[in-house]
């Protein structure tokens, strides 16, 4: 049992980023025809999504929405003791990229940074990887960045991911309070007899230098051993059992019912699961926000990109008890618990800006004297 | 009494296949990913059986024989568990 339960810590604020650069679904018509986009769109809900480009990442994105959310809030970088960033869209295959993001942020050097590798479960996880240094450390404030840019590494004609990944990098600010009351729960499982249901085969260690060559794969679409596969099948499944048992087993260890909560942030994989997770859970699916009709699955950042995208601009200030989850790559799956005052969730920013000094065309850049007065 | 309320899933899902008569559902591709996945969540619902990833060989897809074949050896293991 991975039952977690944090006092005194809470989430003081989320904010998120998205390319400026929309993609809509229809645009594929030409591609995969105007019956197989239709019934993607039905299926999943996905009319539109964001995309970087190609040297644009989703620390670039967090970057923007971290310097939002803290000039928000007030505080300064040495405030910060930890940063974790979990995705499996680094800038580099090494070294972590919570390490550019402290330079560029400017967080002191007296604070612990790392990633996590996780998709689509990474606030969740991340929540708890960061309350747990919270709750054992001497560490007021930490960020957790989330977010992926998947749509990077789907084969271009792969229609089952083609139009469904949007792209975005989110923040979330946790504090500690020294109120007791303030409480964030974490209910996690993993199932790694799933780890081939989303992969990227080639490009890590077991097969650095894989083929690139385009394969006719067996559910009909075109991939190389270094793009994303997914089976479908397999982890519509998975969800639409385990997702709901996660739930109901979280809100018997809570003690908590669903009309206790008074928003369901969960991760936006598509609109058929979603409905059937509320459905089998039991969950009032108009307290469920969806993003991804406009932004698409955006993997771990969708659950604040929906939570930006319903209260960001809300005007009332008020506190929300909120439910989030995250299940996918892994396979991981997670939910949580939290208040937060809408007043502290910002809208979704978009920004196309990226790290220049971050990208390393030439080998012999790596030896230029660094700039430490550098940081944006 | 289980294949009616099969049919009734079935039928539900997509009226416009005669389930009745159709044996070859996956492999003239009458039913699709999605339907699958819609068919496996509401017997879930009706029957309270589960069926995983190993047991999604297209065969047991194939009709609703097959399907309703499916659900009752998984509810005899079930029981006997």
Redesign the interface.
């Known amino acids: 049992m991975a039952f977690f339960k944090f006092n005194s810590i809470r989430v003081a604020g989320v904010a998120c980023a998205v390319p400026k650069n929309e993609v809509k679904s229809e645009t594929y018509k030409s591609l995969f025809g105007d019956e197989e986009v239709e019934k993607f769109i039905e299926m999943t809900g996905v009319h539109a999504s964001r995309r970087t480009f190609e040297h644009q990442t989703c620390s670039d994105l967090g970057f923007r929405a971290a310097s939002e959310l803290m000039a928000h809030k007030g505080i300064k970088p040495e405030e910060i003791g930890a940063l974790i960033f979990s995705s499996h869209s680094p800038d580099y295959r090494r070294p972590s990229t919570a390490f550019v993001l402290q330079y560029r942020l400017g967080i002191p050097k007296e604070s612990v940074c790392y990633d996590i590798s996780l998709g689509c479960s990474s606030l969740v996880v991340g929540m708890q990887t960061v309350a747990s240094i919270m709750n054992s450390g001497d560490i007021s404030k930490a960020l957790l960045f989330v977010g992926d840019t998947a749509g990077k590494s789907v084969y271009p004609e792969d229609r089952s991911s083609a139009m469904l990944f949007g792209e975005a990098g989110a923040v979330m600010l946790l504090e500690k309070t020294g109120n007791p009351s303030d409480e964030i729960n974490a209910l996690i499982r993993s199932d790694g007899s799933g780890f081939r249901y989303m992969i990227i085969p080639g490009g890590g260690y077991r097969n650095l230098h894989a083929s690139e060559e385009v394969v006719m794969c067996k559910d009909g679409n075109p991939r190389t051993l270094m793009n994303s596969f997914i089976q479908g099948t397999s982890v519509f499944t998975f969800t639409i059992f385990d997702v709901p048992r996660l739930i109901k087993d979280f809100f018997e260890l809570t003690q908590t019912t669903s009309d206790q909560y008074d928003c369901f942030a969960f991760h936006q994989a598509n609109l058929y699961i979603l409905k059937q997770i509320a459905k089998k859970a039991k969950i009032d699916f108009e307290k469920m926000p969806i993003s991804l009709d406009r932004y698409g699955n955006t993997s771990g950042a969708s659950a604040i990109v929906s939570l930006c995208d319903r209260y960001g601009n809300d005007s009332e200030k008020k506190s929300v008890k909120v439910m989030a989850c995250g299940f996918g790559i892994g396979i991981s799956l997670g939910v949580t618990s939290f208040e937060i005052n809408t007043a502290d969730i910002l809208p979704i920013f978009e920004d196309d800006s990226f790290y220049e000094d971050g990208l390393i065309t030439d080998p012999n850049q790596l030896y230029q004297k660094k700039n430490d007065s550098q940081h944006s | 009494m289980a294949m009616e309320k099969l049919l009734a899933i079935l039928k539900d899902i997509r009226p416009d296949v005669d389930f009745e008569n159709e044996t070859e559902l996956i492999d003239n591709g009458i039913l699709d ?2 339907d ?2 819609s068919i ?2 509401e017997i ?2 009706v029957f309270d059986v ?4 190993n047991e ?1 060989d297209p065969e047991n897809f194939n009709s609703a024989e097959n399907i309703c074949n499916l659900i009752t050896k998984l509810k005899n293991i079930e029981n006997k568990q």
């Open positions: 990913s999605f699958v996945v496996i969540s879930d619902d589960q069926i995983r990833i999604l």
